[in-house]
C-alpha cells in the first residue's frame, strides 16, 4: 500500500494495536471477516486534546482515535465504512471521535466528511506523510 494513502501496519503491529485496544467492530459475510473498524482511547490523547483545545468542542470529555479501518478489497462500493462509522456512534456518548486521512485517500476521506466529520488540520506524520486530523463530536 502506498504509504501517502495509508502507513503499513504489519501483522505485529496490529497485534499490538488489538493488545491495547479499546472498541473493534467487525463486518463478517459467510463467517468471514470481510470489514473492521478500530477505535483506541489512549493513543494520541495528548496531541488531539491539543490540537482540539482553541475550538468549541474542547468541553467533550473523552476523545477516541480511529486506529485503522478497512474494507477487504472485494467488498469495496457497498457503503461499509460509513455504515461502520454510523455503528460505532451508537453505543458512545459525550466523546470525539477522530481519525488521521491521507488528502490522497479520496474514498475515505469523502465518507468521513459525509458523516459529518470536520477538518481540524493538516499534519506531516509519520515520517514525512500529510495528513488531515477529521473529528467529529457524538453527543
Ligand atoms: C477507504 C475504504 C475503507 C472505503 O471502502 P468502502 O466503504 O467500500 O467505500 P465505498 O463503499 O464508499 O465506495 C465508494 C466508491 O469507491 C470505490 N472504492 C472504494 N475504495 C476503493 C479503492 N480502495 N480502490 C478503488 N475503488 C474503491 C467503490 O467501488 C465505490 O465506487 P462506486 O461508487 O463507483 O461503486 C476502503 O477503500 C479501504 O479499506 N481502503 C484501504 C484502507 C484505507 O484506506 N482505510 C482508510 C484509512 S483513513
Redesign the pocket.
Known amino acids: ?1 502506498d504509504q501517502n ?2 502507513r503499513y501496519h504489519s501483522k505485529e503491529v496490529l497485534k499490538e494495536a488489538l493488545s491495547h485496544d479499546n472498541y473493534t467492530l467487525g463486518v463478517f459475510y459467510k463467517q468471514k471477516l470481510i470489514a473492521f473498524i478500530m477505535l483506541q482511547y489512549y493513543d494520541a490523547l495528548n496531541m488531539d486534546r491539543n490540537l482540539l483545545k482553541n475550538t468549541e468542542d474542547c468541553k467533550y470529555s473523552e476523545i477516541y482515535t480511529i486506529y ?4 477487504k ?1 472485494e ?8 455504515k461502520m462509522l454510523e455503528l460505532i456512534e451508537n453505543n458512545k456518548q459525550n466523546i470525539i471521535i477522530n ?4 488528502p490522497q ?1 479520496s ?2 476521506l ?2 468521513f466528511l459525509a458523516c459529518g466529520y470536520k477538518i481540524l488540520t493538516e499534519m506531516k506524520m509519520y515520517g514525512g506523510f500529510n495528513r488531515l486530523i477529521v473529528y467529529k463530536p457524538i453527543n
Open positions: 500500500m494513502i495509508l485503522l479501518i478497512l474494507v478489497k467488498y469495496r462500493g457497498h457503503g461499509l465504512q460509513r481519525a488521521k486521512v491521507s485517500n474514498y475515505s469523502d465518507n
